[in-house]
């Protein structure tokens, strides 16, 4: 019933229209989450709407399960949240569900871990390496107060905090998006559920403190589209994922966005800015598996690109 559904929508395809946009809309389902739709949003989604539909139609399945993954600030949430609703304007049931509700620590430990590890392994590295003194203690110590640890130009002043950042770095890409850090069981789990068309499914919902964890159990009995809206969306450790779609993004822009979005003039530090770094080689790993790749300023891109 579906693919007939979707077979017609494609023929019919040329002669659609953006809907207009409305206050029930769906988006993610992560506590507090808030999304901002732009005119740049709305003209990436609807460039990609045609697309994912010709790979829904041939799918082949009742239940689908997309993702939609790629860097920080390359509009994740809203352009999910606007395939959800294009879905739904064409009679197709969608539910968004925020990748975010399933690290295992709340955001505030998770940094926090991603800290330690750097700085305990980095610290381990130069034992290591044999350039742990007393005195490189203290000035490293001066380096964690300015948050400046993780800055490679530091290493100009310090040659021997190369191997404190050699070893860090090496500790936290063996951490960063992968089972240590996601709970991608919990998610598989729940794919699993839907692709077996259980009609109610426990949700996990994820806030910025320990008392805002807690389980909603969601109706999917009119739902046949699943959109995962995560960083993660495309790792390996997923299981089911039918169309994954990456929203590209270069360090550059990604930077450049933060930069611009960043509150109070604070700008990103020299640890977050290596989070990022590990984070787009994520990315870049997994993107020849995407089926649909779109750049920051609109244009398609071929897996076999990268």
């Known amino acids: 019933m579906l693919k007939e559904r979707l077979q017609k929508i494609e023929k019919e395809i040329d002669n659609w229209k953006t809907p207009y946009l409305s206050d029930d809309m769906p988006h993610g389902d992560m506590p507090g989450d808030k999304i901002r739709i732009n005119e740049t949003h709305i003209a990436k989604a609807a460039k990609i709407f045609p697309a994912l539909i010709h790979e829904m ?94 800055d490679p130009k530091k290493t100009a002043e310090y040659m021997w905090l190369a191997s404190y950042q050699k070893y860090g770095r090496m500790a936290l890409a063996d951490y960063l998006g992968t089972y240590k850090e996601q709970d991608y069981a919990q998610v598989n789990r729940i794919i699993k559920a839907f692709k077996e068309n259980t009609p109610k499914i426990f949700m996990k919902r994820m806030g910025r403190s320990e008392e805002a964890r807690w389980y909603d159990e969601v109706d999917f009995s009119d739902i046949s589209v699943l959109i995962i809206e995560w960083t993660h969306g495309g790792n390996k450790n997923l299981e089911g994922i039918d169309i994954p779609i990456l929203l ?39 993107a020849r598996d995407a089926r649909i790749i779109i750049s920051k300023a609109g244009e398609f891109l071929d897996p076999e690109d990268f």
């Open 248 to 286: 590209n993004s270069t360090p550059e822009e990604t930077r450049e966005h933060r930069r611009l979005r960043a509150r109070d003039g604070k700008t990103d530090s020299a640890f977050t800015t290596m989070v990022l770094e590990i984070e787009q080689r994520e990315l870049d790993a997994v």
């Open 57 to 150: 139609s041939v799918c082949g399945t009742e239940k689908i399960v997309l993702s939609v993954f790629g860097g920080s600030g390359v509009g994740k949430s809203e352009i999910a949240s606007l395939l959800a609703y294009y879905l739904q304007s064409c009679g197709i049931g969608a539910y968004v569900m925020s990748g975010d509700n399933y690290p295992r620590r709340i955001p505030m430990y998770n940094d926090a871990e991603r800290l330690s590890i750097f700085r305990s392994e980095g610290l381990k590295g130069m034992l290591k390496e044999g350039t742990y003194t007393p005195e490189h203690q203290e000035i490293l110590n001066k380096l964690w107060a300015n948050e400046t640890d993780a």
